[in-house]
């Protein structure tokens, strides 16, 4: 992954739109932002966006942020606003079979390309969060809270996030014993608790040490009872409770 084009930097109070701007005026026009939704839930799929928002006014998002600092209804209405000003975006889905075959790492790359890949307007330079993203085509950099700090990765965000959580409201019609809609797949005391009840649902990932523990495929805790902080998370935070022994 190739850092910044020589002699550009990036002040730090330039704002949510500086990293554009700067490569702007380095001759880089078209810069795409990618970010993912899901990585840290142990059921549904991963999803990864991209974004390419226009120069100027017109690229400026009311109200964007990083989508997980944003309310439900707030994020509704900045994809509404990014998928109406973008000159490109797309979404990609990565179903949770996917994710158990590859891992959540190797899944989360293989996401972030195919979304750059699948956008209509090539970009010329992509921005990612947090980690580097190989074999895309073109140059790009990591940038560290990307999503709080360049706004086509918060874009890219929030089209990840909401099109995610659509997803996982569909699921919960499906599967309403484990209340999908409010926790979206990550692990709650909610979920926990519907996991030791029911046992994983055809679209938890079998890769996570607390779903296979709740198939029978993985010795109890200690003294376990009902779920107390059995890799317990909140909302958007990743529980680091993958099973890797499964392979890469």
């Given at each position: ?9 990036v002040r730090r ?199 296979r523990r709740a ?34």
């Open positions: 992954m190739s850092a910044l084009p020589r002699g550009l930097t109070d330039a704002g949510l739109y500086g990293y554009e701007r700067a490569l702007r005026r380095h001759g880089v026009g078209l810069v795409a932002g990618v970010d993912e939704a899901g990585r840290g839930a142990c059921a549904g799929p991963l999803v990864a966006g991209a974004v390419v928002l226009p120069p100027g006014k017109a690229g400026i998002v009311p109200g964007l942020a990083d989508s997980k600092l944003l309310t439900p209804l707030a994020r509704e209405r900045c994809y509404a606003q990014v998928v109406k000003r973008a000159l490109a975006w797309s979404a990609v889905v990565i179903g949770h079979e996917e994710c158990d075959r590859l891992g959540m790492h190797v899944a989360n790359v293989e996401a972030l390309r195919r979304a750059v890949a699948r956008l209509e307007t090539r970009p010329e330079f992509v921005l990612s969060d947090g980690f580097p993203v190989d074999g895309l085509g073109v140059p790009g950099l990591a940038v560290w809270k990307g999503d709080r700090v360049a706004a086509c990765v918060a874009a890219a965000s929030v089209v990840a996030k909401v099109t995610r959580d659509r997803i996982m409201v569909e699921l919960d019609r499906e599967h309403p014993v484990y209340d999908f809609k409010t926790h979206k797949g990550y692990i709650t005391d909610v979920h926990t608790a519907a996991l030791h009840e029911h046992g994983p649902s055809p679209v938890h990932r079998m890769r996570f040490v607390n779903v198939a029978g495929l993985e010795p109890p805790l200690p003294d376990e009872g009902l779920p107390d902080d059995d890799g317990r998370a909140e909302p958007g935070v990743d529980p680091g409770r993958e099973e890797h022994r499964l392979g890469a």
